[in-house]
């Protein structure tokens, strides 16, 4: 996601510096973006001149070479809350005491992630939550913890919108807005089938298209998100709201783990995607 | 006009301008009162499992005609199992984004009942799409019930606004329409009743109303 995430900014020419704890990934990502700007480019999407200028906005650096005087620091490391906290505690000491500091998490209350935060840091801490591809979806939500100053909030939903993102501002709750509605999207499509049942699966996609206008069904959607990912996201969410019933998980999501039928990435979810 | 089918629509009904440009269109009251020879029902009135079942069971008495039930508001199964005059069953109730409804039959089928469905769905210029496993209700109003119920609890809790609420929904997962936008043009007291359907059917706090959704719900009926 991180990825992405950089991609994007190269793109609004905003210099960018990608961190990650593996360097070597990191320098990967970079010539993931340099191919993907690369493809871009052939097609006529972007510009030969355009192009260099983004690669030439975006580099790697380790924690310590950041540019402590940057305006903001995106978070995206993996969906554990000690090693964010870890890693935002470093940050609050190394960054510029004006360094706005954004968590890219889908599932933990910002309030939480800057608990340890100095006061001043906690007022420019919030959360920015982009959405898969981020340099094609357009939605960033804006998620203001306790303490955050709205005002910042205020400026960057300005900024995302004169870069043509749709930013939301929203408060500091589970799910934040859409991985909590899109939860049922989910859910009912589940009870629905109750076990597992290809057929039921399949009649379920294609109404939730045919009908509801929907551009993926229920079940190919799991699949393509991972269905272990879309299961923890959902365990996440209903334990956030102390076991709310309407996020309940389904048994079928926990069998389908343990099958380890993930989804597309494993080759079968459910669907079958095996030659 | 179809001389041999008469429908049973309430004038809230979504597709009720339409119906009456083609078909015969008689309220619950009269249907039951009035004798009128047909050789299909319709019924399209937004009736709850308990209500729906004993309308069919009076109009039944009324007419020997093969009948079609819109069960959007209804526990389907049920229907099917305890009402044996209904051939077919049918879900128009919520405004679908693609002008199209969900459609099941009895099996083994009437191949005439078939061939009405297919009939109605081109007069009405929507396509009927097929579910075959019938079970608590028809998949696209029970998940979109609970979307629209999800984000009338966001609001509630003052997550976002609503405009925020739709404009993510949109823009984040593709959704064509925002729920809260997605709720205006159902009714919300139709995502209301369906909910509070569901709920009683299966006990499941799941399908709890959100009060919001109830406060808007019941200012619209």
């Known amino acids: ?275 | 006009m179809n001389p041999n089918t008469m429908v049973v629509a309430h004038p809230d009904h979504p597709l009720y301008m339409e119906l009456i440009k083609h078909y015969r269109v008689r309220t619950i009251d009269e249907a039951l009162n009035t004798y009128e020879p047909c050789d299909l029902v319709i019924d399209l009135s937004p009736l709850r499992t308990q209500k729906k079942f004993l309308f069919l069971k009076e109009l039944s008495k009324t007419t020997k005609a093969k009948i079609i039930s819109d069960l959007t508001l209804s526990w389907g199964e049920w229907i099917l199992k305890y009402a044996p005059q209904v051939g077919g069953a049918l879900s128009t109730l919520f405004y679908a984004p693609n002008k199209a409804f969900e459609y099941t039959l009895r099996e083994p089928h009437d191949a005439d009942l078939k061939k009405a469905i297919d009939q109605f769905a081109e007069v009405m210029q929507m396509k009927a799409v097929e579910h075959k496993n019938l079970a608590l209700s028809f998949h696209y109003p029970r998940t979109i019930a609970m979307i629209v119920n999800e984000a009338y609890f966001a609001l509630g809790e003052k997550l976002a606004t609503a405009e925020a609420i739709d404009l993510a929904m949109k823009n984040g997962v593709n959704y064509p329409l925002g729920p809260v936008e997605w709720g205006d043009k159902i009714g919300l007291h139709y995502v209301a009743q369906l909910l509070e359907e569901l709920n009683t059917i299966t006990r499941d706090e799941r399908y709890r109303l959100s009060t919001e959704l109830k406060l808007h719900a019941f200012k619209n009926l």
């Open chain 1, 1 to 275: 996601m991180g990825q992405g995430i950089a991609q994007w900014f190269a793109q609004q020419n905003v210099l960018t510096e990608m961190v990650d704890q593996n360097h070597d990934f990191a320098k990967k990502s970079l010539e993931k973006i340099h191919q993907s700007f690369d493809k871009l480019e052939a097609s006529g999407k972007l510009k030969s001149t355009d192009v260099q200028t983004f690669k030439k906005m975006i580099t790697v650096k380790t924690l310590e070479e950041v540019d402590s005087k940057a305006d903001l620091v995106i978070e995206a490391i993996i969906e554990d809350l000690s090693a964010k906290k870890k890693l935002f505690a470093e940050l609050d000491n190394k960054m510029s005491s004006a360094t706005v500091i954004a968590s890219n998490t889908s599932s933990f209350p910002i309030t939480l992630m800057a608990q340890g935060l100095s006061p001043e840091r906690k007022k420019k801490f919030l959360g920015l939550h982009f959405f898969n591809p981020a340099t094609i979806m357009k939605l960033v939500e804006v998620i203001n913890g306790m303490e955050t100053d709205k005002s910042l909030s205020s400026s960057l939903i300005h900024w995302f919108n004169d870069k043509k993102k749709i930013a939301c501002e929203c408060s500091d709750s589970p799910g934040f807005i859409v991985n909590r509605v899109a939860r049922n999207f989910y859910g009912e499509a589940l009870r629905a089938v109750e076990s597992y049942d290809e057929q039921k699966c399949r009649e379920v996609d294609n109404v939730m298209k045919e009908v509801g206008g929907f551009k993926m069904g229920p079940f190919e959607l799991m699949d393509m998100i991972g269905i272990d990912i879309n299961y923890s996201v959902t365990e996440s969410v209903y334990n956030a709201f102390f076991q709310e019933a309407r996020f309940k998980p389904h048994r079928l999501q926990r069998d389908m783990v343990a099958a380890g039928r993930f989804g597309k990435k494993s080759g079968k979810g459910f669907y079958n995607y095996e030659s």
